[in-house]
Nanobody
């Protein structure tokens, strides 16, 4: 069984920072990639960022230079560091991953709410 659990969401003011962890039930090194999507109110779920098992990162254009994805292999955890948060960053953030050798299936966390408001 593969389980992904996001946390760290909450209410923040514009310009503040937030770090979201995604804890995996197995080594993050066993995933082809792990990453984050987000779903803003009234919108569809959108790609945010991914990191491959070799450490290559990709970012959606709106978050380049603002968000950073990283991983801690010892803790089986992937992190999303969000800086200079804006109103438009308000969304439910979902962790996702694809296990090595199982390219047909992706796994998803339950999501964590991030609200940016003054």
């Amino acid at each position: 069984q593969v389980q992904l659990v996001e946390s760290g969401g909450g209410l923040v003011q514009p310009g503040q920072s937030l770090r979201l962890p995604c804890a995996a039930s197995r080594s993050v090194g066993n995933f082809n990639f792990m990453g984050w999507y987000r779903q803003a109110p009234g919108k569809q779920r959108k790609f945010v960022t991914t990191i491959t098992r070799s450490g290559i990162t990709h970012y959606a254009d709106p978050v380049k230079g603002q968000f950073t994805i990283s991983r801690d292999n010892a803790k089986n955890t992937v992190f999303l560091e969000m800086n200079s948060l804006k109103f438009e960053d308000t969304a439910v953030y979902y962790c996702t991953g694809q296990v090595y050798g199982d390219s047909q299936s992706n796994y998803w966390g339950q999501g964590t709410q991030v609200t940016v408001s003054s």
